[in-house]
């Protein structure tokens, strides 16, 4: 805990050097209780800034590629990352989630599976809403405006772009009855009504596929 207490300030220093950071919404988060906090994922950049401004400290999962990527494989160890295998059915990782989620913690997740590359939202993957559907947590839906592929190089220019963290309230989801495929056709649609709410904290440029049916804060 104390090195992640660490990492969060370090990180929040470097953003304030490169980047000019707000945040809004911080007063949503049920501080003390276990949830899940949902981000969109354009770049590397969103998990550190969602992770370092936070109010506490969050729980998180990331891709198997970075354990591969010098700075992010150390910046995840550090932390204490739950390494997550894209598109294969991870028991593991799976056991971990639940069982943070159960000890009370709040966890941060991308449902989009990975970046974007684009200030854009994709469909989201079944997975969050396998998790809502085995845990019953809220979410808390978080949309990152600014954390472009760019960012870095803009700010290390001296142009310090902007990077807003927009944090919604959080918001539950009603058990699924259902069995077999229409169970697993259930979780997609949690986990798209999951995405719409992120749409809604994000402008209309960002809100990709989700444009049509983005809920409003």
């Known amino acids: 805990m104390a090195a992640r207490s660490v990492l969060r300030a370090l990180i929040r220093l470097a953003a304030h050097s490169l980047t000019r950071v707000t945040v809004i919404g911080a007063e949503n988060v049920p501080l003390g209780t276990p949830y899940l906090a949902a981000q969109n994922h354009i770049s590397i950049f969103d998990p550190p800034y969602a992770i370092a401004f936070w109010p506490e400290t969050l729980e998180v999962i990331g891709a198997s590629d970075i354990w591969h990527k010098p700075g992010q494989k150390q910046l995840a160890q550090w932390y204490g990352v739950t390494k997550v295998h894209r598109g294969a059915y991870d028991r593991e990782m799976i056991d971990t989630v639940l069982m943070v989620l159960r000890s009370g913690r709040p ?63 959080p918001f539950t989801l009603p058990p699924i009855e259902s069995q077999g495929v229409e169970r697993r056709l259930a979780r997609q649609r949690n986990a798209d009504l999951v995405m719409a709410h992120i749409a809604g904290l994000l402008p209309e440029s960002y809100r990709g596929v989700y444009a049509e049916g983005a809920v409003l804060p």
């Open 107 to 169: 966890l941060l997740i991308a449902p989009e599976g990975g970046r974007s590359h684009l200030p854009r939202l994709r469909r989201a993957k079944p997975g969050v809403g396998f998790l809502i559907d085995a845990t019953q947590v809220p979410v808390v839906p978080v949309g990152l405006t600014g954390t472009t592929e760019d960012m870095f190089s803009l700010g290390i220019r001296g142009r310090r772009p902007s990077v807003t963290i927009r944090i919604g309230k």
